[in-house]
């Protein structure tokens, strides 16, 4: 490996992993201390879904960038598949919650896992075939298989190109990734009905899936925009990062931003207009209190005005004005994951936010120790591509 | 920043395992010869005279057909209570998707700079003007009073009238009206400096003056051209929105209510992604034909071929990805009329034509995985054939189906189309293929220029001049060819070539 290659990655030693993950444990046991056992899992799910997503997008477009091939994703590359690499970490993480089963985990966060409730509920009991346990479980493990499986492929495939330059392997790569997109989006829509749907098990939305893969796109590309961006003038990127390459990055986000307000705007026109009890409760729950001031900062700051200042020419061209909305983006989407998950919990609006916030740094500590060592495991670049010209590495 | 050396090849538009996009010896003159002696050829092929022979008998009978409706009402139609909505939306629908394959490859793939739309976007961009024409016919109509329909738009009255703008049905008004204003505009805008090239071909007197007037006085000057592709480029800014904007809308319609089966959140994606497929079927359903007639399988080439399916491919996913939220979610609602709405489908009076829709959209597109499909043309027009009545299916699926068993089994009904409604979609049929086949024969149906500035590019980045591609060739270069063979020009980048143009 050149050593160069990984030099942005310098100061983290081993005492700084060290650091890392016992700040991580202290971070996501101190809501337990605090706040009871009930509180820890409703903060821990949250701090593990928003970086649950990270892995899953950086895993999406690992899947997109095998099949389109565009010149965009290159520099991207080995920071998606750092990405998808902690998918096996996330798996170990929910596990505290599963294996909780009718104890404890599970059964404080599901309330479809009260027999007591289902009893007397017409509409949870008719969901039993799908929403009971060992289905959940099941099903939890074959996301998990599927997502580790394909991604494990595709990353093996990646690095032996760049040692054996074998390029029947990027045929391989997109003959796998086409169908493994597919295959994405349907195990997202349906990871993402257990995991969070079904916090508030009577209701449903079937544009849901969606909404959820494009916010994770939008949280993936705000963070490995906001990395190259912050190392523009290190290596390897210095030379690298072209203005061409800044506006394709640019438009991405904007492309996405748009994207997330269409889906998240449809989703909420139409269950605003038709104001049926059973659908318009989700948006009632969230309106509460200081909910709507959230919902409206959202709109105004995750929508217009990343939409207004990615409109610019300016704002693409710049690295550190793209840093700057990239950044901006990545603090709305815990804002607006904070909103939409949050209200779902059963305490009251606006209660024990801190621990939320504090799980999400603790589960953040692990998420950003793997990805770091992931990273540092291999180039930053793939060398494999004819497109990157070695010489123009060397020379810069 | 601009200073350093870029470690990215520039993009290339042809990869040599792909196949590529101009095909043959070709020069600026052959260009002006092959695609302007379509239109300035004083004798049209037999097939065009027999095909614009039928569709102006297909006009008629819809002319007939709208003149029975003004006279009569629109009861001759099947529609009826509790199924207000029949063919009228469902043909509204169906043409309104059509169209969007024009401005997805117009304008998304311009902003894309996707080099292989340049043979097919004049002629699908043709086809979203027609099938909005069309498409406009039936939601007028279906008012019974098309003479008042102006009281849709919000002008100042003294009728005490004023538009209900709650409704997405008053949305649906503006949004047509802007996509087919925008359209026509990019359209026309696009066709300037190839009409300058018809006037200065045309032997007589009467094409020169036509094509003189169309032309706008275009000289093809570096000015002329600079102020070209500003407008353009901000009319392809515009349109790209409306691909997105009027479906969504269309999908409001039926979303914002509380009939089940209309009221879905997946609707707005799920219309949008099932008008770029429905559209891109139809491309294919036009241009496989027209291009066997005209021999132009040089300028749409296979690569062009496997792209149109590619996009077929993933947008039919899309689709088929919401048929299957819509029963996953139609159970798991736990709601009696959500699942009822999935029995309805699967064992209610109409459920054959939704196997039917799930065999059309669903089963049978996934040949397209299949490299050797996409470029064969027969495969690619039954998939296409396929698509197009499956795509009609799927409004049926929606619209009658769900409005005539909503919620009180007393006030169930049932929607059988009459002659009329079948004459009028015919007719529009048949006035669609008209003018499609007028514009064939009055209009180049390939970009002239846009595709000589593609060999151009492509020659030049065989000779490494590094040309950027603001070298058009102007509307008078047919005076003096330049010899540039694509033969030769392919770029030689290995098996790692990107693929996808730049994937933007």
């Not at chain 2, 329909?149 to 005490?160: E, R, T």
Request: aromatic share 16%; glycine share 8%; net charge positive.
């Amino acid at each position: 490996m050149n050593r160069d290659e990984t030099a942005i990655l310098g100061g983290w030693s081993r005492t700084y992993f060290g650091a890392l993950i016992v700040a991580g444990v202290v971070a996501v046991l101190v809501p337990y201390l605090l706040a009871g056992q009930k509180q820890f899992f409703q903060s821990y799910l949250f701090g593990w879904l928003f970086w649950l997503c990270v892995s899953l997008g950086c895993f999406g477009f690992t899947l997109l960038h095998h099949v389109l091939r565009g010149s965009w994703g290159l520099p991207l590359l080995r920071l998606f598949e750092a990405g998808n690499r902690t998918l096996p970490l996330m798996f170990l993480l929910f596990l505290p919650i599963l294996l909780g089963g009718h104890h404890f985990g599970m059964h404080d966060l599901y309330e479809w896992m009260h027999a007591d409730v289902v009893r007397g509920d017409a509409i949870l009991r008719q969901k039993v075939p799908y929403l009971n346990y060992p289905f959940f479980a099941v099903r939890f493990v074959l996301y998990f298989a599927i997502w580790i499986g394909i991604s494990m492929a595709l990353n093996r495939w990646s690095l032996e190109q760049d040692r054996t330059g074998d390029r029947t392997l990027a045929d391989k790569r997109t003959n796998l990734s086409a169908p493994g997109l597919v295959l994405f989006f349907i195990t997202c829509t349906f990871a993402f009905t257990d995991w969070v749907m079904s916090l508030e098990p009577h209701w449903f939305s079937t544009i849901y899936g969606i909404w959820f893969v494009v916010g994770q796109g939008l949280t993936t590309m705000a963070m490995v925009t906001a990395f190259v961006t912050h190392f523009a003038d290190r290596r390897p990127y210095a030379g690298l990062v072209t203005p061409r390459l800044l506006r394709d990055w640019g438009n991405l986000m904007l492309t996405l931003t748009m994207l997330w307000a269409y889906t998240s705007l449809s989703q909420f026109l139409i269950i605003w207009a038709a104001n049926l009890p059973e659908e318009v409760t989700y948006y009632i729950r969230r309106f509460e209190g200081s909910g709507k001031y959230v919902g409206a900062f959202t709109i105004l700051c995750q929508f217009f005005l990343p939409f207004l200042l990615l409109l610019s020419g300016r704002t693409k061209r710049t690295p550190s004005y793209l840093l700057f909305v990239a950044v901006w983006i990545l603090f709305l989407r815990i804002v607006d994951f904070g909103w939409i998950i949050i209200p779902a919990f059963d305490r009251p609006e606006g209660a024990r936010l801190w621990a939320d916030l504090i799980a999400f740094v603790g589960i953040g500590a692990f998420w950003i120790s793997a990805f770091v060592y992931l990273l540092g495991k291999q180039t930053l670049l793939p060398t494999h591509d004819p497109r990157l010209h070695q010489e123009t590495l060397e020379h810069a | 920043m601009e200073s350093k050396t870029t470690a990215l090849k520039p993009e290339t538009a042809e990869d040599p395992a792909e196949g590529r996009l101009i095909e043959g010896n070709q020069t600026y003159k052959s260009l002006d010869e092959t695609i302007g002696s379509i239109v300035l050829s004083t004798k049209p092929p037999r097939a065009w005279i027999v095909v614009v022979g039928l569709a102006f008998l297909l006009v008629n009978m819809l002319l007939t057909t709208i003149g029975y409706l003004l006279y009569k009402g629109v009861g001759i139609w099947g529609i009826n209570i509790p199924s207000g909505w029949g063919q009228d939306i469902i043909n509204f629908v169906w043409w309104i998707g059509i169209g969007h394959a024009g401005t997805l490859i117009s304008a998304i793939l311009l902003l894309m700079r996707q080099q292989w739309r340049n043979s097919i976007n004049r002629f699908a961009e043709a086809m979203t003007i027609f099938a909005v024409v069309c498409a406009g016919l039936y939601p007028l109509l279906h008012t019974g009073r098309p003479w008042l329909a102006y009281w849709m738009f919000p002008y100042p009255n003294v009728l005490g009238m004023w538009p209900q703008f709650r409704s997405p049905l008053i949305w649906d008004v503006f949004a047509v009206s802007t996509y087919m204003t925008v359209s026509a505009l990019f359209w026309f805008i696009g066709l300037i400096p190839d009409f300058a090239t018809l006037r200065d071909r045309a032997r007589s007197r009467i094409a020169q003056v036509a094509y003189g007037a169309l032309a706008l006085g275009w000289t093809g000057s570096a000015k002329h051209w600079f102020r070209y592709e500003t407008a353009y480029l901000i009319l392809a800014g515009l349109s790209t929105p409306l691909v997105l904007s009027v479906h969504t809308i269309v999908s409001f319609d039926f979303a914002v209510s509380l009939v089940p089966g209309f009221h879905a959140t997946i609707f707005p994606p799920y219309f949008v992604a099932g008008a770029v497929f429905a559209g891109f079927a139809m491309v294919l359903t036009l241009a496989l034909p027209i291009r066997a007639l005209y021999g132009l399988k040089h300028l749409i080439t296979e690569k062009h071929l496997d792209w149109m399916a590619k996009i077929m491919l993933t947008t039919g996913l899309i689709v088929f990805y919401g048929y299957m939220t819509e029963l996953f979610y139609g159970w798991y609602s736990a709601n009696k009329y959500e699942q009822f709405l999935v029995y309805n489908r699967l064992y209610g009076p109409y459920n054959y034509l939704y196997y039917a829709l799930l065999f059309c959209n669903g089963v049978a597109p996934q040949i397209l995985w299949w490299n050797k499909a996409r470029r064969h043309v027969i495969t690619l027009f039954i998939v296409s054939m396929f698509i197009n009545v499956g795509m009609w299916l799927e409004r049926f699926v929606i619209i009658p189906m769900s409005l005539t068993r909503d919620f009180l089994p007393s006030s169930w009904g049932y929607y059988t189309p009459t002659e009329w409604d079948w004459s009028m979609f015919l007719g529009t049929i048949g006035l669609f293929l008209f003018l499609m086949f007028m514009f064939i024969k009055f209009v180049p149906m390939i970009n002239i220029f846009e595709m000589k500035d593609l060999l151009h590019k492509l020659a030049g980045d065989h000779h490494g001049n590094g040309h950027d591609g603001n070298g058009h060739g102007t509307a008078a270069a047919a005076a003096h060819p330049v010899p540039a063979t694509v033969t030769a020009a392919q770029p030689h980048n290995g098996a790692e070539q990107n693929r996808s143009g730049d994937g933007r």
